[in-house]
């Protein structure tokens, strides 16, 4: 939820950590700040606001070859200059960036102020420096105060260590919270989230929790928090691009990542589908056939967009391979002493792959012999590697805090593990043809949905200033009218909230009027005709109805429409989420919102 970059190597650290924070300012926004170990001690810069202004606050002349940064999403004490990272200890000698939250803070801090240390802020990372420059005398390697630190300490992190006294490296560390190191030409990186190192290298290498790095020009060596026992990594290749952060000339980031859906679900699609046995080929899931139709049950765990695309494939599951699926928030399921039952199949999402209520909730499954595959964006993240298989979206980096692209994919990955689970059970292969010609034709059918951008804008002006909104959906559209109500909160700070159509009149109908309009899912499904009876009741109260679905209603029971192509019926919820994307994000410009950086929200939450 917060950013670090490190770097060390034969450049000046700050013109590089300060361009990899503009990269990670999407995780955290309200205050940032750099440390650089140079002759004659650190120096230090820090801000409270966004990258820019830390930036003006940076000399020219600002050397140092090791340094730190990061960019804040405040946590403990209230976004200041004063409690902007990096932390230093009363010497200044020791500076720490740290994403995570301590839970132990206070009773370090006491323990720490009664043996004569002075505290300059309120958050609980302050506590690290203390404890590592009380440990780190003379003759004490860095790396072995860190650790010797870290086991004092009971919370999550990720956090990255200078010493003015030892500027040959940089110490970092995980437990819960990403760390990445880069690797270069007689250089080296270090950041939360590789966004911050596709500059500069394509070598990258995961920490594990419980895993610490020592980093030099030179390369790195890592070894666990327990015992310092050495670990061997292996580095991968990141196949994301540099053009993949830059907004292309669109406005926002969020509307470049809406108009990249065509070209993002190709790529999770691309060699997925199996025509010659109208099924889904996923050698991912490392599952043959046999251990599929063991499964009596799926359950589904995700947090925020990645619950609600989670809801989405549970109907999918049902609809085309008859399980019994259910979606619940991986934020809920770690805390209530789950029943784990070895004949149902776990599938974790998480765009980042790094979300911690959705980690934990994978490692109690784990935990208890429960099978889990992950579907998530982010290859050689925590969840990916936690996993016993899955299936990347292969989407590409989503920058903005609001997820559209990786949600799309997500459902995308939904359908094909349907259709690989029902052709295992008992879909027929016309079925099967059947959805492997609709997912075909969605990348198309999106393409169409685009098109009509001006339109959905205009309507999206047009409701803007209403203060909330109610979004409607039955069975297949409910999960559509969930994600479509978190999109417009997110992004606009309208309130919205969902509810099934059906259960309008058991209380919801109190609150329409005039002053609340309605966003109903209405597809030509079965349920049709009972959707436009919900719609006429809100009418008859005179609640103003923006109606999506495939064909126009009577003017009478919805002022405004927006129409999509329609495709399958199981495959029409994927489309039917898109217009509602665009309509949060003009709804969001025509008030001004700070679009990609939405108040209180930051993209990847690795704190509980």
């Known amino acids: 939820m917060c950013g670090i970059v490190a770097y060390i190597g034969p450049r000046d650290a700050a013109p590089i950590l300060l361009e990899g924070l503009q990269r990670l300012e999407y995780r955290g926004y309200d205050s940032a700040g750099v440390a650089v170990a140079a002759k004659g001690g650190l120096k230090v810069r820090k801000s409270k606001g966004r990258v820019a202004e830390l930036a003006a606050l940076v000399p020219a002349r600002f050397a140092g070859k090791a340094g730190i940064g990061h960019t804040r999403w405040a946590t403990h004490g209230v976004p200041s200059d004063v409690n902007s990272h990096p932390h230093l200890d009363g010497a200044e000698r020791i500076a720490v960036v740290h994403n995570g939250i301590i839970e132990n803070a206070d009773e370090l801090r006491a323990k720490l102020q009664a043996e004569g240390c002075v505290f300059q802020s309120e958050t ?38 200078i010493d003015a006294d030892q500027p040959d490296r940089i110490v970092v560390a995980r437990n819960g919270s990403p760390i990445v190191l880069g690797i270069g030409e007689k250089e080296m990186f270090a950041a939360s989230d590789v966004a911050a190192l596709v500059r500069y290298t394509r070598q990258v290498v995961h920490l594990d929790d419980g895993e610490l790095a020592t980093v030099r020009a030179d390369g790195f060596n890592t070894f666990t928090q327990e015992d310092a026992r050495a670990t061997a990594k292996q580095p991968s290749i990141v196949d994301w691009e540099e053009a993949s952060y830059d907004t292309a000339g669109h406005a926002h980031f969020l509307v470049k990542e809406i108009h990249e859906q065509p070209t993002s679900v190709e790529r999770t699609l691309s060699g997925r589908i199996d025509e010659r046995f109208n099924t889904a080929h996923l050698g991912g899931l490392n599952m043959d056939a046999r251990e599929a139709r063991a499964f009596r049950r799926v359950k589904i765990l995700g947090c925020g967009s990645a619950y609600y695309s989670g809801e989405l494939g549970a109907q999918l599951i049902e609809e085309l391979a008859r399980i019994p699926a259910h979606a619940e928030p991986a934020s809920e399921f ?250 949060a994000y003009y709804a969001a410009v025509a008030l001004e919102r700070d679009v990609d950086k939405p108040r209180n929200l930051a993209k990847s939450v690795t704190v509980e």
Do not use: W
Not at 156 to 161: N, P
Not at 505 to 527: N, R
């Open 124 to 161: 609980d990372t302050e506590v690290l420096s203390h404890l590592i420059a009380g440990l780190a005398t003379e003759g004490v390697e860095l790396e072995d105060a860190v650790r010797a630190a870290l086991k004092r300490v009971v919370g999550t992190y990720g956090i990255a260590v």
């Open 334 to 583: 770690r805390y209530r002493n789950p029943v784990i039952e070895a004949d149902t199949l776990y599938i974790a999402v998480s765009q980042s792959g790094e979300t911690y209520d959705t980690l934990a909730a994978v490692q109690e499954v784990k935990r208890k012999g429960g099978k889990v595959l992950g579907v998530v964006n982010t290859v050689g993240s925590a969840i990916a590697r936690e996993c016993d298989g899955g299936m990347y979206l292969h989407a590409g980096p989503e920058i903005s805090v609001a997820s559209t692209k990786a949600f799309t994919s997500t459902a995308i990955a939904f359908a094909l593990i349907a259709l690989h689970l029902g052709r295992v059970h008992d879909l027929s292969p016309a079925d099967g043809r059947r959805i492997c010609a609709g997912l075909k034709a969605i990348p198309g059918q999106i393409r169409e949905i685009l098109d009509q951008e001006k339109v959905i804008a205009d309507l999206a002006a047009k409701y803007a200033g209403h203060e909330g909104m109610m979004f409607i959906g039955r069975v297949r559209g409910y999960p559509v009218a969930r994600e479509g109500a978190q999109k417009l909160k997110e992004v606009s700070y309208v309130h919205a909230e969902a509810y099934p159509a059906s259960e309008l009149k058991h209380g919801p109908l109190a609150l329409i009027g005039p002053e609340l309009p309605t966003v109903a899912i209405v597809p030509d499904d079965e349920l049709r005709d009972k959707n436009l009876t919900a719609l006429g009741e809100i009418r008859a109260r005179s609640g103003p109805v923006l109606m999506v679905g495939h064909t126009a209603p009577d003017p009478k029971l919805a002022e405004d429409c927006i129409l999509v192509p329609r495709n399958e019926p199981e495959l029409d919820p994927i489309l039917l989420g898109i217009p509602l994307q665009l309509f």
